[in-house]
């Protein structure tokens, strides 16, 4: 099995900066493609980012593209998603995933899901 738990979500003011952990454990040889995903009350989740094993290879959702940047440090079993330019409208639970092939924009796709951190932008 593999386990993720998030960390790094808090309340910030808009325009302001987080960064957001995902830490791998568990059979994490059997990891390929990892992504982050969100949440907010009432709706459903939705693609954030998502990168393959290398990290060579990037994609993002258009709400985000060019404020946010995803990466991995294999070596130490973390994913990282580096949110710049934060808006009220980012508020959101915080997922990170993981799967056993090249990574996805479909959550339904990922077979490993850490609990949430919780990301808070205030106007």
């Known amino acids: 099995q593999v386990q993720l738990v998030e960390s790094g979500g808090r309340l910030v003011q808009a325009g302001g900066s987080l960064r957001l952990s995902c830490i791998v454990s568990?059979?994490?040889?059997?990891?390929?493609?990892m992504g982050w995903f969100r949440q907010a009350p009432g709706k459903e989740r939705e693609f954030v980012a998502t990168?393959?094993?290398?990290?060579?290879?990037?994609d993002y959702a258009d709400s985000v593209k060019g404020r946010f940047t995803i990466s991995r440090d294999n070596a130490k079993n973390t994913l990282f998603l580096q949110m710049n330019s934060l808006k009220p409208e980012d508020t959101a639970l915080y997922y990170c995933?993981?799967?056993?092939?090249?990574?996805?924009?479909?959550?339904?796709?990922?077979?490993?899901w850490g609990q949430g951190t919780q990301v808070t932008v205030s106007s």
């Open positions: 990168i393959n094993w290398s990290g060579a290879s990037t």
């Open positions: 568990g059979r994490t040889f059997s990891i390929s493609g």
């Open positions: 995933a993981a799967r056993n092939y090249h990574g996805s924009r479909r959550y339904q796709e990922y077979d490993f």
